[in-house]
């Protein structure tokens, strides 16, 4: 038998889940481990489908790539646990099914969990260990990344000739990831060579037909649906449950079918029991030659208002622009907080920045402060978010809160990790790098989630990002910066710097930009407080001047004061005379030093425009 002329002529059945079958089993560790240590446990479920009527039967190698057998310490054995998978499925197909080498996506929904190279590289290794053993083909499965599956599908192809399915993973009904639509996706597959291209998991029979109601018969290829028993797993006494209704699966089967699917098993939750049913329900039914579309309406995103007023980002492009991060206090209380925020408006800062849980411990929510600030004082904080509290659903959630309450000036941090904050052992979330986040905010701008749902309108964010120059090698730091950008972020937020000499190396290495930077100044505010940040805070280093000069206070505060005030007046004429944008940093809610700081800005700005005033005349 001849798996593409077969193919041509009739529907083929693939098989079902392997991995929850394997969990609903009390199986919990590395599945393609068994291909070694119980390949008859394999064998008995590659058996099972068969009896149930599977014409492909993929073998136990989903994850048996080295970043997936690393986690288990088992990356020395790809090659075994692939050629052995291969052989099990191959020994129970008995000659009667086509044997399938599975690959899974490396990736999951993040591009950023692993860059492209490293993922051509494991790609390679599980590719041409399964080829040793020959199979008759080879499935790539739930790849909710496009690009990932357009790059291994490529060196499929062109390292053998064997059928090749390759199968995307949808978000949501239709869609991909980055709102790819499925109809597209097929097509940059079928152009790449594969036999049968089409969807896998995440989605039940339900969201499955409906997605394919709008994809036509490929010219050249065969579609293919591998549902999951339903879209919806319960969550039950801790373990994931997938309601099994067999007869529902195999009625959708033919549904299936009428909507052009060539290949139709099962992932997620399907058991040879749902198998039996396909193969009961669609009989010897012949595949149909064409097929009606459905063309759902594309919803219109409304264009947001144009705004009238600069953003911060715009603003330091034409002149000073002024920032001082207030923090939200960490115990209930807003009142010197609100003395100090009204007493930095009134000497002429631009925006107030809210921290989100500085140093990982709890504070008073910067959106509940926020809010409050735009009301009272009128003038528009910047919300840093962090990608450390919140999930996926939790930060798209709060950005369409900050966009409904008008705060629209933000700050993306990847934030500092738990363990070094009040509660050690809370989750760091980090379901989404800094990278990612900017992303993300930019995509909200286009008026898309993260998975390319409409949100209706489009945000009006204006994204700023973190810049770190406190590190060894600064054109690392640059390279970062230069990533950011590319991503969406328009003006940088600089950690507090403690020399003269840096500010200059940061403005030599990046004057090639013209995304504004915002010079990071915090005021020193005792001996003890110099101390700790030198020998301390990761990668901050004072220069022994400075060290000198707080230590020379001794332990008068009134003098601390003034050293700490006079080391960041000369740090703030070196930034302003080659940024337009300053950040000031104030610390421990002491607001008149960088109310002070503020005013001097003002001050020298001032000075500087009516001597340049008076020379002209
Ligand atoms: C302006 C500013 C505001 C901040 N606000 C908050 C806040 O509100 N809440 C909070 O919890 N934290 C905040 N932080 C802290 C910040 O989130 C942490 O310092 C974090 O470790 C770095 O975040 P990022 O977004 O700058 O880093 P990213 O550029 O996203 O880097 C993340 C991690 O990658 C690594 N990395 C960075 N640079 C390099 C490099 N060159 N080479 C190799 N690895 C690198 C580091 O481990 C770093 O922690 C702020 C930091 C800054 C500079
Ligand atoms: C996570 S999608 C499922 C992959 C594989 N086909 C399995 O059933 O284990
Ligand atoms: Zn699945």
Redesign the pocket.
């Given at each position: 038998m001849n798996f593409r002329d077969e193919l041509q002529k009739r529907i083929l059945i693939g098989?079902?889940?392997?991995?929850?079958?394997?969990y609903s089993n009390g199986i919990d560790n590395c599945?393609e481990e068994l291909n070694i240590t119980h390949p008859d446990r394999i064998e008995t479920i590659h058996s099972a489908y068969l009896e149930a009527g599977a014409d492909i039967l993929?073998s136990?190698t989903?994850?048996a790539n080295y970043y997936k057998l690393k986690r288990y310490g088992l990356e020395e054995e790809v090659s075994t646990i692939n050629r052995k998978g291969i052989a099990i499925a191959r020994k129970a197909a008995n000659g009667k099914a086509f044997v399938f080498g599975?690959i899974?996506a490396s990736r999951s929904f993040r591009k950023s969990d692993l860059d492209l190279d490293e993922i051509k590289r494991c790609f390679r290794e599980q590719l041409y260990s399964q080829l040793i053993e020959n199979p008759d083909g080879l499935?790539l499965?739930?790849y909710y990344d496009l690009e990932e599956l357009e790059m291994v599908l490529k060196i499929a192809r062109n390292e053998t000739d064997l059928p090749i399915i390759a199968n995307v993973?949808l978000h949501e009904t239709s869609y991909l990831q980055e709102g790819i639509h499925l109809n597209e996706a097929l097509l940059r597959l079928e152009a790449l060579g594969a036999d049968a291209v089409g969807v896998?998991?995440?989605l039940g029979p339900h969201h499955m037909i409906r997605s394919l109601e709008e994809v036509p018969l490929p010219k050249k290829a065969f579609l293919s649906v591998?549902p999951?028993a339903s879209s919806l797993p319960e969550y039950v006494d801790g373990r994931f449950v997938y309601e099994a209704v067999p007869d529902y699966f195999g009625y959708s089967a033919v549904n299936l079918r009428n909507q052009g699917a060539r290949i139709i098993g099962?992932?997620?939750g399907?058991t040879p029991n749902h198998i039996a049913a396909v193969k009961k329900a669609l009989g010897n039914i012949a595949p149909i030659k064409e097929k009606k579309i459905i063309k759902r309406k594309v919803e219109v995103i409304e264009v947001a208002v144009k705004e009238t007023k600069k953003g911060l980002y715009e603003k330091a492009k034409l002149e000073r622009t002024i920032l001082v991060e207030l923090d939200p206090p960490k115990k209930l209380g807003i009142k010197e907080f609100m003395k100090g925020a009204k007493a930095l408006h009134k000497a002429g800062v631009d925006s107030i920045t809210l921290a989100d849980n500085s140093l990982a411990s709890p504070r008073i929510s910067n959106v509940a402060l926020g809010t409050i600030l735009k009301k009272e004082i009128g003038s528009e904080p910047l919300m840093h978010i962090t990608c450390r509290d919140r999930n996926m659903i939790g930060l798209q959630s709060h950005l369409m809160g900050l966009q409904t309450l008008g705060l629209n000036e933000v700050l993306v941090v990847t934030g500092d990790p738990s363990k070094i904050g009040d509660f050690p052992g809370a989750t760091s979330v980090y379901d989404l790098s800094s990278f990612d986040l900017i992303s993300l905010v930019k995509q909200f701008n286009e008026g898309l989630s993260y998975s390319g749902k409409s949100l209706g309108k489009r945000t009006n964010f204006k994204i700023a990002a973190a810049f770190n120059p406190n590190i060894r090698h600064l054109h690392k730091a640059v390279e970062r910066m230069e990533k950011k950008i590319a991503c969406g972020a328009q003006s940088f937020l600089t950690q507090p710097v403690f020399s003269t000499s840096q500010i200059e190396d940061v403005y030599e290495a990046t004057k090639h930009l013209d995304t504004p930077i915002f010079m990071g100044i915090m005021p020193l505010t005792s001996t003890r407080n110099a101390e700790f940040i030198h020998n301390e805070v990761p990668g901050i280093k004072l220069p022994d001047t400075v060290r000198k000069a707080m230590a020379s206070a001794g332990n008068d505060p009134i003098k601390a004061r003034a050293e700490g005030i006079a080391i960041a007046k000369e740090l703030v004429d070196a930034a302003a005379e080659r940024f337009k944008g300053i950040y000031l940093i104030t610390p421990f809610l002491r607001f008149e030093l960088t109310e002070e700081l503020s005013k001097y800005i003002r001050e020298v700005d001032n000075k500087r425009v009516v001597e340049l005033t008076a020379n002209e005349q």
């Open positions: 098989d079902g889940a392997m991995g929850t079958l394997l599945y993929q136990n989903y994850g599975t899974g499935i499965e739930t993973s896998n998991c995440h591998y999951n099962g992932c997620c399907t």
